[in-house]
Each structure stands twice: as structure tokens, then as C-alpha cells.
């Protein structure tokens, strides 16, 4: 007993510091954008070609004020001090806002349990989607327990309006829906093009590859599906949707305008931001910071001012017209000892969701979410919440693991220890991203 409180205690700051680790080591080491493409297209586009595409600035480094123009992967800090306290004066957000959207639903939608149900889901079948990432493919990769594509969310109040593309494409009709964020909110961007594009004759539908900006388009209903490359939100160092592995994080705080000139077209914007919050400290470069000199902040306080930026834009910019949504917190399965007390694995060889109502894992932080819920409260009605976190919460099952494409060489040593290799933080697909887009198709 006393062992396990020892344990217990030292448990959080372990788990801070190898999650960190992890959630770097899985994060960084992404490539799928060029594969999706070359698949459909037949045109490769090489990682090498990307990279010269970007060519170095060989003056941002004894140059600060062009590293300041504009940030990139490129741009260092000229020094780097204490963050004192400056924010951004919000313009718009603290604004009242008369009018507020008609909330036809008075069931909570995130509030319920996991159905296995093999009739409803999947809802697409894994090789019949062209546009599947090799990230996500766990069944392409060897994952012979399929369960994990059979449960349906159940709401406690209410039951979800059954998925259905035509629909889907009818409220798409003559609009650009684009998702805007991190890797996980691609998952999201390419469930949602595998739920739409069998209903969309192939020579009626093209993906472009044009990264950092990725479009499905659907000629017969004039819509488009994108994803957008932006995981901080706001301008930083990893905007390059391929090459970001980088030691320092660097983010403008008060920019997200060179973002917005790509997003703010279109009709139905799907937010997320979390996960590259969760490595540590952040340096802070003010857009009219000319000598180059960074300031330093825990990544919680630079979320929340990148947040109050884009807050800003979403309520000086989104009109009736258009639709915002937020997606809170994908949550991480990398410490079984949390749902399993005893054990020392992760999401390796997990079959099964969670079944204790409530379940909260450390991956999922809690300030992080009173930030969110903060800033999209100042907003009403023009941002709505795609609360995924807690049904997300119970689905350790859910994770590609071992079952992906890897891009590195793995070693021996990890072979031998499969759930040191693990990704515990995206989602396979057919999976539970699928039901994020059942509950965003339901709130349209
Ligand atoms: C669905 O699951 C049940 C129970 O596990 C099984 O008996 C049945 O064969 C499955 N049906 C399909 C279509 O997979
Ligand atoms: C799907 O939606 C279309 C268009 O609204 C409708 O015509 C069709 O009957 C729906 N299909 C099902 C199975 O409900
Ligand atoms: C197609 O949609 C765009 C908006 O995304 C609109 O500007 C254009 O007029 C539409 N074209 C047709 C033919 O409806
Ligand atoms: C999301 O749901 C959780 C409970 O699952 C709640 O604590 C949190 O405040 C919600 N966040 C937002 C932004 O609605």
C-alpha cells in the first residue's frame, strides 16, 4: 500500500516529463501529407522536394529583422529573456454580441457511452477509401482485432441522427468546409473525406496536393473538404507541414493573420490546438519585435494568448454565414497504470474502451481546458464546442500502436518492446474520429 502511494506521487512529474518525450518523438516524426497525395495522384511528392521548395534563409540567422518578417523553421531567436507579462489588447471578443445562435439541441451530444454495434459501424470500410493515410491504416498494418471500428457513441439523452453522406454534401452544397490544426485534426480531416467520397464518382472528385493547404474537391455539389496546416493556430516555427522537427518552439502570439489569409474564406471552419502545447517551454516573438529578441513562457500561458488571438479574428470576422467550431483535447492512452493500476504498459494490446463512466487520464489537462472554455465563452455564439475529450477519454483502444507506418528505422531493442514504440496519440481509422464528424455532421 505505501509502495503504491510512493508511486503515486512521483507518478505525475514522470509522467510530465516522458509524455513530453513521446508526444514529441510521435508528433515530430509525421510524413503522410505527401503519401496521401501520391496515392490518389500518382505524383510523388518527395520529401526532398519539399524541403528545397523551402529554401533556407541564409540571413535570418545574423539577421533578425527578416526573421522577424516572417516566421519559419529557419528563424532563431537573436536572444531570449523572461516573458514579461505583455498581452495583446483584445479588440473584438470582449464585445457584447446580441445576437446568439438558435441552439436547436438541449441534449448534451458528449455526454454518453460506447455502443459495440457491428450492424451501424464502420461506417466505411478501411481499403475502399483512396485517400486513407498509412498513420492511420491500422488494419493495413496488421492490427487483427477489429472491434475498435465497431462502437457507436450513444448519447444518454438523445439519439445522433444516422450518418449519412448525401446529406452531409447537401449541407456542403456551393461551401468550403476546411479543418485547421494539428495532426490530429487531419485524422479528423481525412475521416470526414472517407465518409464523403464513395457517394462522389471518381471523375467528380480530385484531392490537390498543395500543402500546407490540402483540398477534396466535389464537383457535382461545388464544395470543397480541406485541411489546413496550423498547429500552434497562431504563425510559428512549425509551419511547415512536413519539416518541424525542431528543438525550439517559437510562435508569434499576437499573428494568426498569416494563417487567417488562408482560412478566412472559407464557410465552416473545424479548430483544434493541444498537443504541441504539451513540450515544454515556448518562445514568444512580438510581431513588432525587431531585434529579434524572444521572450520565454510556460506553454500554458502561450496557449492562452495564442487562443486570445485567434479569438480575436473569430470575433471580428465570423458572421452568421459562417460556422466556427472548436475541438477540444484529443486525449493521449500512454500510462495503463491509469485505467489498469499495477500495470506499465500503454494502449499496446488494448482491445476494449474504457468502461468507467467519467475516466479522465493525465494526458487530458485540466487548465488547458479551462483556457478553452474561457476564450469560447467570450465568444457565444460564434464558436461552437466539439467537447471529444471526455467520450474520447474511453477509447484506449482506439490507437494505432504498433499497427502504422513508421518512418523511421526501428531498432531491436524496440521491436523486442513493441509498446516502446507505440503511438497512443493518433486515432485509427475507421474509428473514433469518424463519430467526431457524426457529432459535427448533428451539429450543423
Ligand atoms: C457482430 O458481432 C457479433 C457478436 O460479437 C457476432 O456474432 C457477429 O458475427 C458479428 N457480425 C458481423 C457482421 O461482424
Ligand atoms: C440520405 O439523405 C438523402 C438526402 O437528404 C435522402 O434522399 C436519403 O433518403 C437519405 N438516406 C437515408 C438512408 O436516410
Ligand atoms: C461555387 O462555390 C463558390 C464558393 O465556394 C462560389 O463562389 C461559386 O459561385 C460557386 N459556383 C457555382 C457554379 O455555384
Ligand atoms: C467539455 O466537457 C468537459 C466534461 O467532459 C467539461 O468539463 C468542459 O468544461 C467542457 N469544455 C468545453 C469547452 O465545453
Not at 103 to 110: E, N, V
Not at 197 to 200: A, R
Not at 288 to 291: P, Y
Given at each position: 500500500m505505501q509502495r503504491w502511494c510512493r508511486r503515486r506521487t512521483h507518478f505525475p512529474l514522470l509522467a510530465v516529463l516522458f509524455s513530453a518525450f513521446i508526444i514529441a518523438s510521435i508528433l515530430y516524426s509525421e510524413r503522410n501529407i505527401e503519401e496521401i497525395h501520391g496515392k490518389e495522384q500518382q505524383v510523388s511528392i518527395g520529401h526532398t522536394s519539399l524541403l528545397t521548395s523551402v529554401p533556407p534563409k541564409a540571413s535570418s540567422n545574423n539577421n533578425p529583422e527578416i526573421a522577424a518578417a516572417s516566421l519559419d523553421r529557419f528563424t532563431t531567436c537573436a536572444s531570449t529573456g523572461k516573458y514579461h507579462g505583455r498581452r495583446t489588447e483584445p479588440v473584438y471578443h470582449k464585445l457584447e454580441f446580441s445576437q446568439r445562435r438558435e441552439?436547436?439541441?438541449?441534449?448534451?451530444?458528449?455526454s454518453g457511452k460506447w455502443v459495440f454495434d457491428n450492424t451501424s459501424h464502420p461506417l466505411y470500410n478501411e481499403l475502399d477509401c483512396p485517400y486513407m493515410s498509412d498513420q492511420l491504416a491500422c488494419r493495413k498494418h496488421g492490427?487483427?482485432?477489429?472491434?475498435?471500428?465497431n462502437w457507436r457513441w450513444q448519447p444518454h439523452d438523445c439519439n445522433l441522427k444516422r450518418w449519412n453522406a448525401t446529406e452531409m454534401w447537401e449541407k456542403l452544397r456551393g461551401k468550403r468546409l476546411m479543418f485547421v490544426g494539428d495532426s490530429l485534426n487531419r485524422g479528423q480531416w481525412i475521416s470526414m473525406v472517407c465518409l464523403l467520397?464513395?457517394?462522389?464518382p471518381v471523375d467528380k472528385r480530385s484531392m490537390s496536393p498543395n500543402a500546407p493547404l490540402t483540398i477534396f474537391r466535389a464537383e457535382e455539389y461545388n464544395a470543397t473538404v480541406e485541411f489546413y496546416w496550423a498547429p500552434l493556430l497562431v504563425e510559428s516555427n512549425s509551419d511547415d507541414p512536413v519539416n518541424h522537427r525542431l528543438n525550439d518552439r517559437i510562435i508569434r502570439p499576437d499573428s494568426v493573420l498569416k494563417h487567417a489569409s488562408q482560412w478566412e474564406k472559407a464557410d465552416i471552419l473545424i479548430f483544434n490546438t493541444y498537443l504541441w502545447w504539451r513540450q515544454g517551454l515556448v518562445k514568444l516573438l512580438w510581431s513588432?519585435?525587431?531585434?529579434g529578441k524572444c521572450e520565454e513562457l510556460d506553454s500554458i500561458g502561450a496557449l492562452e494568448l495564442a487562443m486570445e488571438a485567434w479569438a480575436d479574428w473569430v470575433a471580428s470576422k465570423v458572421n452568421p454565414m459562417k460556422r466556427v467550431f472548436f475541438v477540444t483535447m484529443s486525449p493521449t492512452h500512454l500510462w495503463s497504470q491509469e485505467w489498469k493500476p499495477g500495470t506499465e504498459g500503454n494502449c499496446y494490446q488494448e482491445k476494449n474502451p474504457i468502461d468507467m463512466e467519467g475516466y479522465w487520464g493525465s494526458g487530458s489537462d485540466l487548465p488547458t481546458m479551462r483556457i478553452v472554455d474561457k476564450v469560447v465563452g467570450t465568444l457565444r455564439s460564434k464558436v461552437s464546442v466539439l467537447n471529444i475529450t471526455q467520450l474520447s477519454e474511453y477509447r484506449k483502444d482506439g490507437h494505432p500502436s504498433i499497427y502504422r507506418k513508421f518512418w523511421e528505422t526501428l531498432s531491436p531493442q524496440q521491436l523486442s518492446n513493441p509498446a516502446s514504440y507505440s503511438d497512443c496519440i493518433h486515432w485509427c481509422l475507421p474509428g473514433v474520429p469518424d463519430v467526431w464528424n457524426e457529432l459535427l455532421f448533428n451539429s450543423l
Open positions: 441552439t436547436q439541441q438541449t441534449c448534451d451530444l458528449f492490427r487483427t482485432d477489429l472491434g475498435y471500428q467520397q464513395s457517394v462522389i513588432n519585435e525587431k531585434s
